[in-house]
């Protein structure tokens, strides 16, 4: 196993000190490869030190100018700094030098979401669930994206689909509850809401929901 691999692997297990150690070694024996540049700038991310990394992310990209992953991860650094626009034109960034995964198209689309740009973000949040079929969180939010279009129909779909894959996922029955009550399905809202606090207790959206029907029953 080489320095990366075993960086790599001790990152999974949360021992960031020995990771960045095996990370330095392998700049240390490579220092023209953008690869461990960009897993030391993830252990740095992981421990907080973002603008450390950023150096470490700016150092493979210029090494290599097509380092998709350096574009990803600089992206996910300005999207948890809630620097929205910086973090798209990353994932832009990435995509076009050729990193089409699911998590690249799935953060894309987030960005522009977050910049209030649902539209512009239904086609990349739409690829992520193509690439993610069994992701949750995937389908949850190209729902609510929809839902927010006012594609009603085509976010009880995908809101479905991520319940489907988790049963638990509370504030997609409650969004699912939102949408069967746009439909004026009292019925299907009322369920959605009561799953959903039944996931999670406290859910207040859900609680005030489920009150909503139950009230207009009542009339």
Request: hydrophobic share 40%; aromatic share 10%.
């Amino acid at each position: 196993m080489d320095k990366n691999q075993a960086g790599i692997q001790l990152m999974k297990e949360g021992k960031w000190e020995e990771a960045a150690q095996a990370f330095m070694e392998a700049i240390d024996a490579k220092p023209a490869d953008p690869v461990a540049y960009i897993n030391f700038g993830n252990v740095l991310t992981a421990v907080g030190d973002t603008d450390r990394a950023l150096n470490f992310y700016n150092k493979a990209i210029n090494l290599d100018e097509n380092a998709t992953a350096a574009y990803y991860s600089k992206g996910g650094v300005y999207y948890d700094a809630q620097n929205f626009e910086e973090a798209k034109n990353m994932f832009e960034l990435a995509m076009k030098k050729g990193l089409e995964t699911g998590d690249n198209y799935f953060m894309l689309g987030m960005s522009l979401a977050q910049m209030g740009n649902s539209r512009l973000a239904l086609p990349y949040l739409q690829r992520s669930t193509e690439l993610l079929e069994d992701d949750a969180e995937a389908h949850f939010q190209y729902g609510l994206c929809l839902a927010r279009e006012g594609f009603i129909d085509e976010a009880i779909t995908s809101l479905g689909k991520a319940v489907q894959f988790d049963p638990e996922h509370a504030d997609a029955l409650y969004n699912l509850g939102v949408a069967y009550g746009f439909k004026e399905d009292g019925e299907k809202a009322l369920e959605m809401f009561n799953r959903a606090i039944e996931v999670q207790p406290d859910h207040l959206l859900a609680g005030h929901g489920k009150k909503l029907i139950e009230g207009q029953d009542l009339q």
